[in-house]
């Protein structure tokens, strides 16, 4: 399979009284051809 999207280290971080939040952290993934995908969070 052929990788159409790939994504290594991912972060995320919100700021609250100048506190960082981590809300991703080093996330790695990918997504290949004939692949379906859906990343669920809290909201």
């Known amino acids: 399979m052929s990788t159409l999207h790939e994504?290594?280290?991912?972060k995320t971080y919100f700021f609250r009284k100048k506190q960082p939040i981590r809300a991703v952290?080093?996330?790695d993934f990918?997504?290949?051809r004939g692949e379906t995908v859906a990343l669920v969070g809290e909201s």
């Open 7 to 10: 994504v290594q280290n991912l």
């Open 25 to 27: 952290d080093g996330v």
């Open 30 to 32: 990918s997504i290949n």
